[in-house]
């Protein structure tokens, strides 16, 4: 049975919750386009 | 010039302690599996220039740290330098009025930090950061730049994959 990914968590000064939507989506978007820096070959 | 020795008991002249070049002006415990942390009432009008620090914690994946000032989304230019451990190659990486500076710091599962130094983030002035490139197979500097002109309170830290698990932020004010 497949696992359900786990919820986005944001946490602002000592308070952990949950992403909303539009923060999950911000939140992708930000990290859509990072380039990773090279490996080691 | 010789520097104070504070013991227990004795009396603390104003000029020993108006001469501490570095006051903690937060410390931030960071949650379990968290893809971002935000960072209120670091800057304020007591200091002109910031150190901010994240030891301690790991991350779910190999990332690289980004940092981004108040709610600012844009206006954030900077060049990175770095290489790898396995060669002397070395490479650049930019920002070219990014979301946020994006290569602040790094770290993967078996640890991750940030290693800044902020220039004038609440006082007037642009934003500048200095910063080490650090994901555990890269390593380098990073400077940059926000523009415009803006007064930040806080920041938010982030890495670019995976999440955040424990470690602690701190935020230093240097003396003015």
């Given at each position: 049975?497949?696992?359900?990914?786990?919820?986005?968590?944001?946490?602002?000064?000592?308070?952990v919750r949950e992403?909303?939507?539009?923060?999950?989506?911000?939140?992708?978007?930000?990290?859509?386009?990072?380039?990773?820096?090279?490996?080691?070959? | 010039m010789t520097y104070p020795t504070f013991t227990n008991g004795t009396v603390l002249p104003a000029s020993d302690l108006n001469a501490i070049g570095l006051w903690l002006v937060k410390s931030q415990t960071v949650g379990t599996g968290v893809s971002s942390v935000t960072v209120t009432d670091a800057f304020n009008s007591s200091f002109d220039n910031y150190m901010v620090t994240y030891t301690g914690g790991v991350g779910s994946a190999l990332h690289n740290m980004r940092l981004q000032l108040g709610s600012a989304t844009s206006g954030y230019y900077g060049l990175g330098i770095y290489g790898t451990f396995?060669?002397?190659?070395?490479?650049g990486i930019n920002d070219n009025n990014a979301a946020q500076f994006r290569y602040v710091g790094g770290g993967d599962a078996y640890g991750s930090t940030l290693r800044a130094t902020l220039i004038t983030p609440y006082a007037t002035g642009l934003t500048s950061i200095n910063a080490i490139i650090d994901t555990g197979t890269s390593f380098g500097?990073?400077?940059?730049?926000?523009?415009?002109?803006?007064?930040?309170?806080?920041?938010?830290?982030?890495?670019?994959?995976?999440?955040?698990t424990g470690g602690t932020i701190r935020v230093y004010g240097m003396r003015n």
């Open positions: 049975m497949a696992e359900e990914p786990k919820p986005l968590m944001i946490q602002i000064d000592d308070k992403m909303t939507p539009e923060e999950v989506a911000a939140h992708k978007a930000s990290i859509a386009d990072a380039p990773q820096l090279g490996a080691p070959e | 396995a060669g002397t190659t070395v490479s500097t990073y400077v940059g730049r926000y523009y415009p002109d803006t007064q930040f309170t806080a920041f938010t830290m982030s890495p670019d994959s995976g999440t955040l």
